[in-house]
Nanobody, 111 residues
Framework: QVQLVESGGGLVQPGGSLKLSCLGSSSDFNLNAMHWYRQAPGKQRELVAQINTYGRTWYADSVRGRFTGSRDPAKNTAYLEMNSLKPEDTAVYYC?????WGQGTQVTVSS
């Protein structure tokens, strides 16, 4: 059973930056794509970024140019670097891989 542990959320002012991490326990972690979702209060969970096993990325229009996904195979860890954050980026962020979800980490963008 894959386990994913997230870290890195917090409170940041508009225009600020945060970097989320997702540590995977599975030996297959580096063989599967990693997905980042977010869920804002009262809204459905939405996909914001994907990183495949070759490092190729996809981003939702709402975050493209501001968010960057990456992964470090040696550390079994994926990252989501978030820059130029806006209040509408406020949400719980989740990593997802192979049917397993991380526990979620709160990102709040507010002055």
């Amino acid at each position: 059973q894959v386990q994913l542990v997230e870290s890195g959320g917090g409170l940041v002012q508009p225009g600020g930056s945060l970097k989320l991490s997702c540590l995977g326990s599975s030996s297959d972690f580096n063989l599967n794509a990693m997905h980042w979702y977010r869920q804002a209060p009262g809204k459905q969970r939405e996909l914001v970024a994907q990183i495949n096993t070759y490092g190729r990325t996809w981003y939702a229009d709402s975050v493209r140019g501001r968010f960057t996904g990456s992964r470090d195979p040696a550390k079994n860890t994926a990252y989501l670097e978030m820059n130029s954050l806006k209040p509408e980026d406020t949400a719980v962020y989740y990593c997802y891989q192979g049917g397993a979800w991380g526990q979620g980490t709160q990102v709040t963008v507010s002055s």
